[in-house]
């Protein structure tokens, strides 16, 4: 079974570092991208960026631009998305998704999220 | 940045009605890479329509999309109960994704 598999829910301070993860199996890791995306509480979805695990190469929203780090590690199947000081407006549920690019591309393959809460 | 406007914001149906939602872009955009999917309350969103018309795995047929350029449209023909949620679309830009608001489908 194809399966993305989220690092459990979060509670941190503000100012704290954070890295949750996403582990893919099933399928050849290294031939789909790992796209994340964040919902805020009662709000739409929003793209954050990418990472193409074959080789790191990432891609990032500019709402999202040196605030995160998205990494992988393809010797264990394992997409990252880390923050290096978390502000409150960081607490939503964030997802990870496979990302298919090709003639056409889609996310077809999404884990169940990470909640992440930022209390003082 | 492509902008994805999604109407209307809320869509009140009831079963068996036929449902039409829209998604526009601010600029073209290829239908190669523009996905519709599905989110429930509690639940990851899924993949409903890729490709502006072809439906993912395991979507019934009642679900269509259709579109060009940057006006796209997600069809329901004859809504079912497990239909009423929040329904997303969303382009691919080479550096940059976007997704539209969303619209959310709710029983009248």
């Known amino acids: 079974e194809v399966q993305l598999v989220q690092s459990g829910a979060e509670v941190k301070k503000p100012g704290e570092s954070l890295r949750i993860s996403c582990k893919g199996s099933?399928?050849?890791?290294?031939?789909?991208?790992i796209s994340w995306v964040r919902q805020m509480p009662g709000k739409g979805l929003e793209w954050m960026g990418r990472i193409d695990p074959s080789d790191s190469y990432t891609n990032y929203s500019p709402s999202f631009q040196g605030h995160v780090t998205i990494s992988a590690d393809k010797s264990i199947s394992t997409a990252y998305l880390q923050w290096s000081s978390l502000k409150a407006s960081d607490t939503a549920m964030y997802y990870c998704?496979?990302?298919?690019?090709?003639?056409?591309?889609?996310?077809?393959?999404w884990g169940k999220g990470t909640t992440v809460t930022v209390s003082s | 940045e492509i902008v994805l406007t999604q109407s209307p914001g809320t869509l009140s149906l009831s079963p068996g009605e036929r449902a039409t939602l829209s998604c526009r872009a601010s600029q073209s955009v290829s239908s190669s890479y523009l996905a519709w999917y599905q989110q429930k309350p509690g639940q990851a969103p899924r993949l409903l329509i890729y490709?502006?018309?072809s439906r993912a795995t395991g979507i019934p047929d009642r679900f269509s999309g259709s579109g060009s350029g940057t006006d796209f449209t997600l069809t329901i023909s004859r809504l079912e109960p497990e239909d009423f949620a929040v329904y997303y679309c969303q382009q691919y830009g080479s550096s940059r994704d976007t997704f539209g608001q969303g619209t959310k489908l709710e029983i009248k």
């Open positions: 998704a496979r990302f298919a690019v090709g003639v056409v591309t889609y996310m077809d393959v």
């Open positions: 490709g502006a018309s």
């Open positions: 099933g399928y050849s890791f290294t031939s789909y991208w």
